[in-house]
């Protein structure tokens, strides 16, 4: 079955401190991986993504993930946090030749000053 | 370049009547998908066009409905609304090329159906 997994689903961290939230998935082909970021009311805005080759991806904001296949994961990293960061975080997995993206539960990231 | 553009934001509506909501792209993208966010299910795939074809759809009933018209633009609609179809849709777009992945999602249309 494909799903996608994110364990936490709420992180609180001070501003400046390092984060890392966990995603892991389960896909029956080589995966397309995503992170992506929602303000309160708002839509979805995409911070990187994983399709190939260096499995280290820098993303926007700062942020970088990188692909595990090993441990099926794809975690996203940010050395410092900034208050603005607070908001929801989504893993999302897809397919080659499918733009159906099957989506983690998501981690709400709470900073503290 | 414009976003992906959704109308209306918000939308509330009676129990058994039917919406449609609209999604236009960025200009150039021919993919377009439409997912469904609640607090109790997450986020939840709809269905997928490109060049006016439904290529894909998910696992839900079907007074979901969608199309796609000729500029790329997106509609879909939900007949015999009920209370659970209460929710953020979201519209997202792409070019539809085998490289480029990664959907850029419009803002939402909030549905309340009361």
């Known amino acids: 079955a494909q799903s996608v997994t994110q364990p936490d689903i709420h992180i609180t961290v001070s501003e400046g401190a390092s984060l890392e939230l966990r995603c892991n998935y389960s896909y029956g082909a080589t995966p397309y991986l995503f992170w992506y970021v929602q303000s309160p009311g708002q839509g979805l805005q995409l911070l990187l993504k994983y399709f190939s080759g260096d499995t280290l991806v820098q993303g926007i904001k700062g942020f970088e993930a990188e692909f595990k296949r090993s441990q099926s994961s794809f975690n996203l990293r940010k050395p410092s946090v900034h208050w603005s960061d607070a908001a929801e975080y989504f893993c999302?997995?897809?397919?080659?030749?499918?733009?159906?993206?099957?989506f983690g539960t998501g981690t709400r990231l709470q900073v503290f000053p | 370049k414009a976003g992906v553009t959704q109308t209306p934001r918000y939308l509330i509506k009676t129990r058994g009547q039917q919406v449609t909501l609209s999604c236009s792209p960025i200009s150039g993208h021919r993919s377009v998908s439409w997912y469904q966010q609640t607090p109790g299910q997450g986020l939840q795939f709809l269905f997928e066009?490109?060049?006016?074809?439904?290529?894909n759809k998910g696992n839900f009933p079907g007074r979901f409905s969608g199309r796609q018209f000729s500029n790329s633009r997106s509609e879909m609609n939900v007949s015999t609304l009920e209370l659970g179809d209460s929710a953020l849709y979201l519209c997202?777009?792409?070019?539809?090329?085998?490289?480029?992945?990664?959907?850029?999602f419009g803002s939402g249309t909030r549905l309340t159906v009361v």
């Open positions: 999302a997995v897809g397919g080659y030749n499918t733009d159906k993206l099957i």
């Open positions: 066009y490109f060049s006016e074809t439904q290529r």
């Open positions: 997202a777009s792409r070019t539809g090329g085998d490289t480029d992945y990664g959907y850029t």
